[in-house]
Nanobody, 123 residues
Framework: QVQLVESGGGLVQPGGSLRLSCAAS????????MGWYRQAPGKERKLVAG???????YYADSVKGRFTITRDNARNTMYLQMNSLKPEDTAVYYC?????????????????WGQGTLVTTSS
């Protein structure tokens, strides 16, 4: 079964740091784009950061300069280093990946979501 498993959420004081991890497992041929979304209470899920297989990255304006997204292609794992956390960063964070599965001649893309991990920034 192909899936994403997240870890690393928790409670942190304003100005603190956390690192989220997202590991893809199963019979995956390759991973195209990976990203982190977040959903605050009562709000829509929004893209926080994304990274392509070649390393190009995207950041929402609200996290630029504070968050860093990286990936380890050999381990099919993505990370989100979050520094200078603010109360408004409080949300459930979801990882996303578009993966290529299947055998030669019958490959297809799947869009996967992690289970979500809660990040709470509060004093």
């Amino acid at each position: 079964q192909v899936q994403l498993v997240e870890s690393g959420g928790g409670l942190v004081q304003p100005g603190g740091s956390l690192r989220l991890s997202c590991a893809a497992s199963g019979s995956i041929f390759s991973i195209n784009v990976m990203g982190w979304y977040r959903q605050a209470p009562g709000k829509e899920r929004k893209l926080v950061a994304g990274i392509l297989s070649g390393g190009n990255t995207y950041y929402a304006d609200s996290v630029k300069g504070r968050f860093t997204i990286t990936r380890d292609n050999a381990r099919n794992t993505m990370y989100l280093q979050m520094n200078s956390l603010k109360p408004e960063d409080t949300a459930v964070y979801y990882c996303y990946a578009k993966v290529l599965v299947g055998t030669e001649g019958s490959r297809r893309f799947l869009e996967l979501w992690g289970q979500g991990t809660l990040v709470t920034t509060s004093s």
